[in-house]
T-cell receptor, first 110, second 115 residues
Framework: RKEVEQDPGPFNVPEGATVAFNCTYSNSASQSFFWYRQDCRKEPKLLMSVYSSGNEDGRFTAQLNRASQYISLLIRDSKLSDSATYLCVVNSNAGNMLTFGGGTRLMVKP | DAGITQSPRHKVTETGTPVTLRCHQTENHRYMYWYRQDPGHGLRLIHYSYGVKDTDKGEVSDGYSVSRSKTEDFLLTLESATSSQTSVYFC??????????????FGPGTRLTVT
């Protein structure tokens, strides 16, 4: 089983739609969680950290469920510019390294 | 954007030749990392550094070596390149150990093709 698993998609949604991605992780001792965004042929960029209480940044909401070991990302009112691959990231067993999920591809259509 | 540059940005080399990739940061961050990204595998850690001359192996370190003689520079060397090392290589930096929850910031990447 992979340490961090994501549905690779693609998720094809119309502009204005709400879309949600889930990610599961295997290490129950993980403490740090992030969502990164990666555009085609570009580097990953931090989208947001994920806190235990959940957090929101504009149209983006991240939530953490420690009991079930999953993280979610909700995007409201999707824009064409949201089209990208979204990477779920968790700190690893070693505590000082990050493990990346394979990414979920989102395509927002006009 | 974090001040991270990678050089070269693109390189084509032949099997068996040595290759060195450079990562340079202007943020004075303590931690630096080298990853490779391949279809079907996502980002995988090759080596990382937690200070000048302090390095450790990651998940896929075989065939790679690193050096860090200055805070701002982290070099990745393929001693004898193989076709399996064709990939996109990303450097990343972090202000602190990730046990404290500090995020990483990535350079623009180097596309390496080994023929």
């Amino acid at each position: 089983r992979k340490e961090v698993e994501q549905d690779p998609g693609p998720f094809n949604v119309p502009e204005g739609a709400t879309v949600a991605f889930n990610c599961t992780y295997s290490n129950s001792a993980s403490q740090s969680f992030f969502w990164y965004r990666q555009d085609c042929r570009k580097e990953p960029k931090l989208l947001m950290s994920v806190y235990s209480s959940g957090n929101e940044d504009g149209r983006f909401t991240a939530q953490l469920n420690r009991a079930s070991q999953y993280i979610s990302l909700l995007i409201r009112d999707s824009k064409l510019s949201d089209s990208a691959t979204y990477l779920c990231v968790v700190n690893s067993n070693a505590g000082n390294m990050l493990t990346f999920g394979g990414g979920t591809r989102l395509m927002v259509k006009p | 954007d974090a001040g991270i540059t990678q050089s070269p940005r693109h390189k084509v080399t032949e099997t068996g030749t040595p290759v060195t990739l450079r990562c340079h940061q202007t943020e004075n961050h303590r931690y630096m990392y080298w990853y490779r990204q391949d279809p079907g595998h996502g980002l995988r850690l090759i080596h990382y550094s937690y200070g000048v001359k302090d390095t450790d192996k990651g998940e896929v370190s075989d065939g790679y070596s690193v050096s860090r003689s200055k805070t701002e520079d982290f070099l990745l060397t393929l001693e004898s390149a193989t076709s399996s090392q064709t990939s996109v290589y990303f450097c990343a930096i972090s202000e602190s150990g990730l046990g404290g929850g500090y995020e990483q910031y990535f350079g623009p990447g180097t596309r390496l093709t080994v023929t």
